[in-house]
T-cell receptor, first 114, second 112 residues
Framework: DGGITQSPKYLFRKEGQNVTLSCEQN?????MYWYRQDPGQGLRLIYY???????QKGDIAEGYSVSREKKESFPLTVTSAQKNPTAFYLC?????????????FGPGTRLTVT | QQQVKQSPQSLIVQKGGISIINCAYE??????FPWYQQFPGKGPALLIA?????SEKKEGRFTISFNKSAKQFSLHIMDSQPGDSATYFC???????????FGGGTRLMVKP
């Protein structure tokens, strides 16, 4: 099955701890994205990567970090500097530019920080 | 600055009725306008999308209407069903493979 895998589905952390969310895709997509979704709100872009070893900040990158060492993987670290990290985090990917406009989303990780 | 504004935030429709969700955008460079459907606890999934060279696109019970001069587009769900109850997001992007700018979402409830 081709798709995007995010793990774990639920994650609990204590305040002050860094936590890394996993995102893996086997769709051979070049671009990958991280979004944050808060209750009753839209999706806000955290980081995106168009190619391996390159990534760009989105609208709300403060307190987050990413890496893109492999085409298939785009992990997101929520650092202790993120003031309000409790949210639903969505990873997405899209095919090479010019081939398709669609973004495919993973099932999401719900992070709760107490 | 919110570049894509979506309304209403929530919508209740009777089974068999028509659900209408509206979006307005500011950036005239946008050239791709998708609608995503999200069920609770799941990731969004592409429902239907339109390019600005057409004014309407229909797929089954779902129709996008696009008004380029007004910079508005809308989703119509005909014969709405309880299974359509979900959150719907409009979005816009510039070029293929580029990041999407999302509207704030509309929570639709279809009553039996």
């Amino acid at each position: 099955d081709g798709g995007i895998t995010q793990s774990p589905k639920y994650l609990f952390r204590k305040e002050g701890q860094n936590v890394t969310l996993s995102c893996e895709q086997n769709l051979n997509h070049d671009a990958m994205y991280w979004y944050r979704q808060d209750p009753g709100q839209g999706l806000r872009l955290i980081y995106y990567s168009q190619i391996v070893n390159d990534f760009q900040k989105g609208d709300i990158a403060e307190g987050y970090s990413v890496s893109r060492e492999k085409k298939e993987s785009f992990p997101l670290t929520v650092t202790s500097a993120q003031k309000n990290p409790t949210a639903f985090y969505l990873c997405a990917s899209s095919p090479p530019a010019g081939s398709s406009y669609e973004q495919y989303f993973g099932p999401g990780t719900r992070l709760t920080v107490t | 600055q919110q570049q894509v504004k979506q309304s209403p935030q929530s919508l209740i429709v009777q089974k068999g009725g028509i659900s209408i969700i509206n979006c307005a955008y500011e950036n005239t460079a946008f050239d791709y306008f998708p609608w995503y459907q999200q069920f609770p606890g799941k990731g969004p999934a592409l429902l239907i999308a339109i390019r600005p060279d057409v004014s309407e696109k229909k797929e089954g019970r779902f129709t996008i209407s696009f008004n380029k001069s007004a910079k508005q587009f809308s989703l119509h769900i005909m014969d709405s069903q309880p299974g359509d109850s979900a959150t719907y997001f409009c979005a816009a992007s510039i070029g293929a493979g580029n990041m999407l700018t999302f509207g704030g979402g509309t929570r639709l409830m279809v009553k039996p």
